[in-house]
């Protein structure tokens, strides 16, 4: 049923969109043109929007019962602020660029929809009915996308569409898939007003809804919302276990049989299963222009930033020059020319550690050589090495039986092992508890995850060629591991859970090779920039390499 709108004044034309009602006694009059112009462009609007091939200039005029020169005028205002598009081939209107860009500009949940509409299609090839994503927003569920079925009896489901949780498919199984502390203020608020003899009309009736939502796996709507119209639709979960939707297959009450309900149960309840595969979590986007690169004098082979908390410093060395460096967030600077080609840099309460081929160099915080070193040699070279928070040094070594060994050095100089792998390890990291050592290959882009006293090796991650090669790893409080990418132009931040991707900080040179966590809140990112393969002089276009810092938000509550 079309909305009733006021008739326009005989004596007058209708304001046009936007017109400015003159500030005079006839403010009202003026005001209820206007309305009725924009009610009459929504109108043509949703005529457009509606007609998936389109509508002829004759059919938007019959549809929306205007004025052909009224209806012209109106969309040659469309298309002038792109929200209509004309076909030349056809002569027929659709909806323009300028609508899809709102639209996508204002989705809700657009990664979803993306990850969603493989599998809308594939249900809707399997059994001619009609598909939809939904989405809770407050006591409704909304509609986000819709694949059509292939029968004339659709059900009255749009996009956009909102209905209450109670008496839909999609919105029990979002009701079921809540804690009960989340759901019962939700079902508090929520009219029991009756849609349908079948709908639920009281809070029991509900709750014993849900509970066979949650034995069977999937819900149902059995002419609850709308008679003559049978639903079934099961809760879409991503990698993390968090509830992004639901998926749901609708259509006439007749072609709804129990048997056939059950067949849509468990093929939706697997579709879900495979949207919430694809599903990455929101990743979060850092940009370039936030990372800052600290004040100091030329470099141009960063490497193994790490984190004094003894000196409220940030230390580094220049693998080009040798050349040690201390850094603030204000200045940077060579404190210190290194006797050994350095493999790895820790900072320890008593001084810094530099790994190097041979064993340790042991400096004070000034760079100046400790009384006493630790010789290695003999013993194989190391390729990575980090330090855990009790103070003991791990690092990979080749295994002379093959593969790797992951061991710890005590400091009698005699190895402890720990694990072994086929895989070349490149980096290594604790987290802050020492509670879970964090490794990666440059080769094949894998992380690893181990922990103490379990032989296991899990792997957590593999990180894809495209993204740039793993060079550095570095753990932060809140149990995330960041990942320097070695010709990718980023840092990434990976769940230490489920190994997903959260976050991607842009760089304005490609070539990070160290990340750490530090600073005096724990929240500052330090990550060190060399130049690159095809390195050319310095240009004052090109952002320079050395160390840049990078001041995270502190975490929420």
Request: charged fraction near 20%; aromatic fraction near 4%.
């Amino acid at each position: 049923m079309r909305r009733a709108r006021p008739a326009p004044a005989a004596t007058s034309s209708l304001p046009h969109i936007g017109q400015r009602a003159r500030m005079t006694g006839d403010m009202s009059e003026n005001t209820r043109k206007a309305t009725g112009t924009i009610e009459r462009a929504l109108d043509v609007l949703e005529a457009i929007g509606t007609s998936p091939k389109g509508v002829t200039f004759a059919e938007i005029a019959q549809q929306v019962q205007l004025p052909r020169t009224t209806a012209y005028r109106m969309l040659s205002g469309l298309i002038e602020r792109n929200l209509v598009r004309r076909e030349s081939t056809r002569r027929a209107y659709r909806l323009g660029f300028g609508a899809l860009q709102l639209s996508r500009e204002s989705h809700p949940a657009p990664q979803l929809v993306v990850a969603a509409n493989i599998e809308l299609n594939y249900l809707r090839a399997i059994t001619g009915e009609t598909t939809s994503l939904w989405v809770r927003d407050g006591l409704e569920v909304i509609a986000l996308e819709r694949a059509r079925g292939a029968h004339r009896s659709q059900g009255d489901t749009h996009v956009g569409q909102g209905r209450l949780l109670h008496v839909t498919a999609a919105g029990k199984a979002l009701l079921a898939a809540m804690r009960t502390g989340e759901r019962n203020p939700l079902l508090s608020r929520l009219p029991m007003t009756p849609f349908t003899p079948n709908s639920a009309t009281s809070r029991e009736q509900v709750n014993a809804m849900i509970a066979t939502v949650k034995e069977r796996g999937y819900a149902i709507d059995d002419e609850e919302s709308r008679l003559g119209a049978r639903c079934v639709a099961a809760v879409i979960r991503d990698m993390q276990g968090v509830v992004r939707g639901a998926l749901s297959l609708s259509g006439a009450t007749e072609r709804f049989t129990p048997e056939r309900m059950a067949a849509f149960g468990t093929e939706l309840t697997e579709a879900a299963q495979r949207i919430g595969e694809r599903l990455a979590g929101a990743v979060e986007v850092t940009h370039d222009d936030q990372v800052a690169r600290v004040p100091g004098p030329p470099a141009t082979g960063g490497d193994f930033a790490t984190w004094s908390a003894a000196r409220n410093a940030w230390y580094w060395i220049d693998t080009a020059t040798a050349t040690l460096h201390r850094a603030t967030q204000e200045q940077d600077q060579r404190i210190a020319t290194l006797t050994v080609a350095a493999r790895g840099l820790h900072a320890t309460p008593m001084g810094l550690e530099v790994v190097h081929a041979e064993g340790i160099l042991r400096l004070d915080f000034d760079g100046q050589p400790a009384a006493r070193q630790l010789d290695r040699r003999g013993q194989p070279a190391p390729i990575a090495a980090c330090v855990q928070p009790d103070g003991r040094e791990w690092q990979v070594t080749p295994d002379p039986a093959g593969g790797y060994r992951i061991a710890t050095w005590l400091h009698t100089g005699i190895a402890v092992p720990g694990w072994r792998i086929d895989d070349r390890i490149d980096a290594l990291c604790w987290n802050p508890a020492g509670t879970r050592l964090f490794a990666a290959s440059a080769t094949t882009g894998t992380l690893y995850e181990m922990r103490p006293g379990d032989a296991r090796i899990r792997r957590l991650a593999v990180v894809p060629k495209a993204s740039g090669e793993v060079r550095s790893l570095a753990a932060d409080a809140q149990g995330d591991v960041w990942v320097a990418l070695h010709g990718g132009w980023a840092v990434a931040r990976v769940s230490a859970e489920g190994g997903m991707m959260q976050e991607v900080v842009g760089l304005p040179l490609a070539w990070p090779t160290s990340v750490a966590v530090g600073g005096s809140d724990g929240q500052q990112l330090a990550i060190t920039i060399a130049a690159g393969p095809d390195a050319t002089e310095p240009h004052a276009d090109v952002p320079e390499t050395g160390l840049y810092l990078l001041q995270r938000p502190a975490p929420t509550k």
